[in-house]
């Protein structure tokens, strides 16, 4: 294969290193300094994509993060599928493999193409909204055809097998861009001593100076931008991150930088590199030096391969040593657009004309192009060009003054690319991303960053200032006020001479006119990568659509991966100009990060896997996996859910499970319960305050249950509080509210009773905790121990501290079962060892564990609350049954005391808990299922409550239920119906939520 | 991203290090019988949701514990001044 449009000198690739590259299964040879795109214009590829609507042939039209079209599907294997990459930022590698990402069979036939053509007509703006609404059921369907059509490329479906991570960074001065005006700022800021960070999205620094044939100081640009780069990196306190795209501006300074590693060295990263890396960054000042994109000018049929924006013309042939065609017709509004005809001409190829829209421009290009002899066509436009996979040639014809007719004649010039400026826009995406709004500006024809109350600096381009000397001037200016303002003396720099160029002024046109009114006109398009049309934006106007950001959404202009870089203020413009007003007026969307894509492996970074957040093993974790337990996620905690035996079923190893702790002895790891710790001499004072039940008489060595209730005098969370000392407590909460409740008991503390004298910590990981409950946990406890654990000795709602196992313990004589328990306390060091002795000391008893999903049960049968299962934050004390447990003695107003007490509290009929037992004892009836009181009855039906526990009891021989239902606790004996999704009816008791030993004589022996 | 000066560690750290925990100043009645229902719902539910100057409790949660008071402008997220509590805000809302 040939490189057909490459130059044999020039340009800052090494023609001695070739690369091999695959595109569409095709091999191709381009050069090391090569982008995927320059390589493949260098080849001669026209058409690249396919169009999301209308499935035109679509061509590379820009040479930076702008570009829409050429948007490709990179990896050599499955696993290194990379989605959305702009050909134009990816720089080419040997062996790199590509396709077009739409296109069916591919894109030079296509079948939707002749859709399109026929269509056109047929999809208005706003038509997925219009024709794919009705009917809903089908939407599934029409969304897979459209996203399939559209061509947005595929995610892998192998695991990426590259390393991401995140760095954070600090500095003084975080220059963003590093073209004349980022690197004088830099150079600036770092010989002052400012700790500096410079990022740059291309491979190397210098910005427009590598596009550009400039002299600095007499010399090629490229020497300057060495000398910069080779003095910046001797400074200890200056980070150059090239390849590297600041995606976000956020809060107070801090930024995001997508650094792409080893994207520019093959599929995957070399073994031991991380891939690509997010900084995040905080910066005491920032420097915005981000430039302008080009606009090109929107007139009929503009997306045939061919057409471009002048700079990315003159950015190939003079970096990349590439001409992207043979005959070039220019069109412009301003001087700018000339030089790419002086390269074009320079490189030895046809400039056919230079098509200005402005009837006299007199500046230094204009002249340098009239020197030379080219063709210089005035006053006239180019309003329409032939061709399908490539231009064949361009229409021509004079333009009013105000630029909004056509007059005289049309002519016809043969060319295959036409590069047209429209003026350029800056770059103004980061600063927009803090909130502050652009500003228009006449005489720049672009919008301006926004007043900011960032500590933000801007300089060069993004300022409207696209002569190199002003923003090398800007750049250093803004380094002298960083400078300033971190505290640092102004350094000594003195800049390079460059020759200013004199520039006549640009005309604000943005929409070319046709012959015929734009609706008939041949496609104008202002975004090729959402296909929106001229003719699309001013139907939407019609349609009613005033506000830009609604006629962006109805459009969806602006929606594309390049998020409008080229086409928005096109677009805007055309928007004004149907609605008769100002592009001021109208005003403009504004930008949110990301500035570009970015792969999720950078979002991700570490974090994935085994890192995706943190799991929270009890010192008894290992016994529980050598024992085959399955697992349940509480919080972060891991926690036995059950321990299947050999060719158990979930159901039989519960039965097993609570049948051995009813009739034996059960154990269960219960050390992720949160514990608080609480001292000082009002502690007591407090417990009272934030429990809805008595703590004032709680002795020493005694332990009691609490419910906790917010303001609103619902319950969120309950739990055992012990007295270990007249001013020491520890309290247990559930395990999920553990972080909630120790944050609670803070704020009530440090905003509300600062004079109560009591502290709080969180114990919840220094102990562990093994609760042995059964008949037989007393006779195994006393294996283990010289204490005198009787009835007599160590009473129900007792804590003693003893020795077990050997070790110091705090045994805690409370239940959750209903049976005989003890909860064994020991420093989490020795958890498993206690633990491992528990077991072996309990082998004769048949000591069963058993995981949280028994404890649920168990503790069903005896009508015991889980606080977030049975509650829900709409329930207080009362609705559960529990009035027991609330104390209205207390002097002081305890939070939720006034809350419970709201009329809405008291009213009758609210939802209460109560048990419920099904006709049919061996149906359980789903967690959820609501509650009717006739299921023939009219609908809609009356939902009187739900299920909120329900389990197979194997103690009981009958299935259990706890659950809501209006007026509950006055209906014990009535009948309830829950109504089942697939038409059957369960029908059920209200009964006493204490199904097993109503008496509690069980735990009490 | 918030970065945050903690008026008990006398240092700017990250947002991630605390939690918002809403409106700040918003006292508990000492009497709450003494409240009506309507009263005690205002005390409850009702917050301000200014486009401007806002007053907020804060946690530094990851890092001393402790709770402070922000003034912060919800359209700018300047943080115009943190201050203890107990402590009256000397930026306010007009």
């Known amino acids: 294969m040939t490189q057909q449009n490459r130059l044999t000198s020039g340009g800052r690739i090494d023609r001695s290193t070739p690369l091999t590259f695959t595109y569409n299964g095709k091999q191709y040879k381009g050069f090391k300094g090569d982008t995927l795109a320059s390589a493949m214009l260098a080849n001669g590829i026209d058409v690249v994509a396919r169009s999301f609507k209308y499935s035109r042939p679509r061509g590379i039209v820009a040479c930076g993060a702008e570009e829409p079209n050429a948007v490709l599907q990179l990896g050599a294997t499955e696993a290194t599928q990379v989605p959305n990459v702009r050909a134009t930022q990816q720089e080419l590698f040997d062996g790199l493999v590509s396709a077009s990402t739409n296109g069916w069979p591919s894109v030079d036939t296509d079948v939707m193409g002749m859709i399109g053509k026929v269509g056109g007509n047929m999809m208005p703006p706003g038509f997925y909204y219009k024709t794919f609404m009705f009917p809903e059921s089908l939407w599934d369907t029409y969304e897979s055809m459209i996203r399939k059509a559209a061509g947005i490329g595929r995610a892998p479906r192998e695991r990426d097998p590259d390393t991401y991570d995140a760095v954070n960074q600090h500095c003084d001065v975080m220059i963003v861009g590093a073209g004349p005006a980022g690197l004088a700022a830099a150079l600036t800021a770092a010989r002052g001593g400012a700790r500096v960070i410079i990022a740059d999205e291309q491979n190397e620094f210098g910005g427009s100076l590598l596009n550009s044939t400039e002299q600095l100081d007499g010399k090629p640009a490229a020497e300057w931008v060495r000398a910069v780069v080779e003095e910046l990196s001797t400074f200890d306190d200056v980070m150059l991150l090239p390849r590297s795209t600041v995606n976000g501006y956020h809060d107070h300074n801090f930024l995001t930088i997508h650094e792409r590693r080893t994207d520019h060295l093959a599929d995957i990263a070399p073994v031991n590199t991380v891939r690509q890396r997010i900084h995040r960054v905080r910066a005491k000042w920032v420097v915005l030096a981000t430039g302008a994109h080009e606009r090109p000018l929107v007139y009929a049929n503009n997306d045939v391969p061919g057409c471009m924006i002048t700079g990315a013309v003159s950015a190939y042939i003079n970096r990349y040593g590439v001409v992207p065609g043979n005959e070039l017709v220019v069109m412009t509004t301003n001087d700018y657009g000339y030089q790419a005809a002086l390269d074009w001409a320079d490189a030895g190829r046809k400039v056919v004309a230079i098509v200005d829209t402005r009837e006299a421009a007199v500046g230094d290009r204009t002249e340098a192009a009239r020197q030379r002899g080219l063709n210089i066509i005035s006053g006239s436009a180019v309003i329409e060009v032939q061709g399908t996979k490539r231009v064949t040639s361009v229409s021509v014809a004079g333009l009013s003054s105000s630029g909004t007719k056509v007059i005289g004649s049309v002519t016809k010039l043969k060319a295959d690319t036409v590069a047209t400026s429209g003026g350029w826009s800056p770059v103004i995406h980061l600063s927009c991303h803090t909130g502050s709004r652009p500003v228009w500006s006449d005489s720049v024809v672009g919008f301006l960053p926004g007043p900011t109350v960032q500590k933000q600096l801007t300089a060069g381009g993004i300022n409207g200032q696209y002569e190199t000397a002003t923003a090398l001037q800007e750049g250093l200016d803004a380094g002298q006020k960083a400078l300033a303002e971190v505290g640092l003396a102004a350094a000594d720099v003195v800049l390079p001479d460059v020759k200013t160029l004199k520039v006549a002024a640009p005309m604000s046109l943005f929409h070319i006119p046709h012959i015929k009114p734009t609706s008939q006109a041949p496609k104008q398009f202002v975004d090729y990568q959402t296909d929106v049309t001229a003719a699309g934006i001013e139907i939407a106007c019609r349609e009613g659509f005033e506000a830009i950001e609604h006629v962006k959404r109805y459009t969806a202009m602006g929606f594309g991966t390049d998020q409008g870089k080229l086409g928005n203020i096109n677009g805007m413009a055309v928007a004004a100009k149907a609605l008769n007003k100002s592009i001021p007026e109208t005003g403009t969307t504004v930008f949110r990060p990301n500035y570009t894509p970015i792969a999720f492996g950078a979002v991700i970074g570490r974090n994935c896997g085994a890192l995706f957040e943190p799991e929270r093993y009890t010192a008894m974790h290992k016994w529980h996996v050598e024992q085959g337990a399955m697992f349940e996620d509480v919080g972060q905690w891991k926690r036995p859910w059950y321990y299947p035996q050999k060719g158990e079923s979930m159901q039989q190893s519960l039965n097993r499970e609570c049948m051995a702790v009813r009739n034996s002895v059960g154990i269960l790891d219960a050390s992720t319960l949160g514990k608080i710790d609480i001292q000082g001499k009002d502690a007591r004072e407090f417990l009272g305050r934030v429990y809805s039940n008595a703590w004032a008489k709680l002795a020493i060595g005694k332990c009691r249950y609490g419910l906790m209730c917010g303001e609103d005098g619902m319950v969120f969370d309950d739990g055992v509080t012990a007295c270990l000392g007249e001013n020491h407590f520890v309290m247990t909460t559930t395990t999920g509210g553990a972080a909630h409740v120790y944050e609670w008991l803070e704020i009530y503390h440090q905003t509300e009773w600062p004079e109560l004298e009591v502290y709080f910590n969180t114990v919840t990981d220094h102990w562990s905790t093994a609760t042995i409950t059964g008949p037989n946990s007393r006779k195994l406890l006393e294996e283990l121990t010289d204490f005198d654990v009787s009835n007599d000795n160590f009473r129900y709602m007792d804590w003693k501290q003893i020795t077990v196992a050997g070790v110091p313990a705090r045994v805690f004589r409370i239940s959750f079962t209903g049976e005989l328990s003890f909860e064994i306390n020991v420093q989490a060091n020795y958890g498993m060892a206690v633990w491992e002795q528990l077991i072996e000391a309990g082998a004769k008893y048949g000591l069963t564990p058993y995981g949280t999903e028994t404890m649920h049960i168990l503790r069903a049968e005896k009508g015991f609350i889980i606080a977030g299962q049975d509650t829900d934050g709409s329930v207080h004390p009362y609705d559960l049954g529990m009035g027991w447990c609330v104390s209205n003695q207390k002097p002081f107003s305890y939070i939720g005391k006034r809350g419970m007490n709201r009329s809405d509290c008291t009213r009758a009929n609210r939802k209460q808990l109560v048990g419920l037992k099904t006709k049919d004892p061996k149906q359980v009836i789903p967690e959820g299922s609501a509650a009717v009181l006739d299921p023939k009855g009219p609908k809609p039906l009356e939902i009187q409550g739900h299920i909120s526990s329900s389990y197979w009891s194997e103690t009981l021989g009958h299935s259990i239920a706890m659950g809501f239902i209006k007026g509950g606790l006055d209906k014990m004996g009535e009948t309830v119906y829950y109504p089942m999704a697939d038409g059957t009816v369960i029908e059920a008791e209200i009964c006493s939520p204490i199904f097993f030993d109503p008496k509690g004589e069980r735990q009490n022996v | ?94």
């Open chain 2, 1 to 94: 991203m918030l970065h945050i000066y903690c008026p008990h560690c006398a240092e700017y750290r990250e947002e991630d290090e605390f939690h918002c925990a809403g409106q700040a100043h918003i006292a508990r009645p000492l009497d709450p019988e003494a409240c009506s229902d309507q009263e005690w719902g205002e005390y409850l539910f009702f917050r301000k949701n200014p486009r401007g100057l806002h007053h907020e409790l804060w946690v530094h949660a990851a890092g001393c514990r402790k709770f402070f008071n922000m003034t912060r402008d919800t359209q700018s997220y300047e943080i115009k001044e943190v201050y203890k509590i107990g402590e009256q805000p000397s930026v306010v809302a007009e």
